[in-house]
Nanobody, 125 residues
Framework: VQLQASGGGPVQAGGSLRLSCTDS????????MGWFRQAPGKEREFVAA????????SYSDSVKGRFIISKDTAKNTVHLQMNSLKPEDTAVYYC???????????????????WGQGTQVTVSS
């Protein structure tokens, strides 16, 4: 497994969680890392992404202002700080990475080559 996601769990609405994704694979080739989520019966949706060189970020409208994606280059890790969580944020969260994506493709899950195993986030009201 090259991408290892962690940090999920149960939390009450309004609370915070921090997800982490550690890349143990071909890190020197990675260009973009992203977070996606999938709720039961729904399609996988884009949450956030970060350019590993430079740190440019992108967020979905549903999380903008509440979630923050960041990188720890020394540890080959990307974090997703999730604040002001809502019940509708409940989902399995996946991290993904790719070596070639241009920014216009960051939100498209089919364009990512590597995926982590997912971590469950459950927000109760």
């Amino acid at each position: 497994v090259q991408l290892q996601a962690s940090g999920g769990g149960p939390v009450q609405a309004g609370g915070s969680l921090r997800l982490s994704c550690t890349d143990s694979g071909h890190t020197f080739r990675r260009k973009v890392m992203g977070w996606f989520r999938q709720a039961p019966g729904k399609e996988r949706e884009f949450v956030a992404a970060i350019l590993l060189s430079g740190g440019t970020t992108s967020y979905s409208d549903s999380v903008k202002g509440r979630f923050i994606i960041s990188k720890d280059t020394a540890k080959n890790t990307v974090h997703l700080q999730m604040n002001s969580l809502k019940p509708e944020d409940t989902a399995v969260y996946y991290c993904a990475a790719d070596s070639t994506l241009i920014r216009s493709s960051w939100s498209n899950p089919t364009q990512y080559a590597a995926w982590g195993q997912g971590t469950q986030v459950t927000v109760s009201s």
